[in-house]
């Protein structure tokens, strides 16, 4: 197998896409955190200290998303078209989706997982004073489409 960012000396490079066609890639991730009652009480009435919790978050994964490149080593900074991050309240904790798209050379996985992790790093940060066992799961690819090779989704 060949490993694309490292050259053949071994040494770390950026991979150079600049002969892959601009087409429109799309990548959706998940990621959940896991938040005790009261907390979750606070965040879903709009009680929390710092403020309306979920709208902070979505910001933050949004902007996250827009800065994946200055965040993960060797990879390519990406004109965004679109990015929607969701945040839904479940019984145990919010689960959040985010879904990049670009018309570009190279996908967006890195950014749909950077929107997620920044979100619910951020619905930690607002949070904590109520609960500092807060668990952050699952952050994963659901689903990525365009490009040479396709569509993938995860199993």
């Not at 490292?6 to 087409?23: E, F, H, I, N």
């Not at 904790?93 to 798209?101: F, N, P, S």
């Not at 365009?146 to 989704?153: A, H, I, K, M």
Request: glycine share 8%; net charge neutral.
């Amino acid at each position: 197998m060949t490993l694309t960012h490292l050259d053949d000396k071994g040494a770390a490079r950026m991979v150079d896409v600049s002969a892959k066609p601009a087409t429109r890639r799309e990548a959706v991730a998940e990621g959940h955190i896991a938040i005790n009652a009261a907390a979750l009480t606070a965040i879903r009435d709009q009680a929390v200290a710092k403020g309306d919790v979920l709208a902070v978050a979505r910001i933050a994964g949004i902007m996250a998303a827009k800065r994946t490149a200055d965040l993960i080593p060797l990879c390519h900074p990406l004109p965004l078209d679109a990015v929607t991050l969701d945040l839904v309240i479940e019984v145990d904790g919010v689960r959040a989706t985010a879904t990049v798209i670009t018309t570009h050379g190279t996908g967006v996985e890195m950014e749909a997982m950077t929107a997620v992790s920044v979100a619910l790093l951020t619905i930690y940060d607002m949070a904590k004073a109520m609960d500092r066992g807060m668990t952050i799961s699952g952050v994963r690819l659901l689903k990525k489409s365009g490009g040479r090779s396709g569509e993938w989704l995860a199993p």
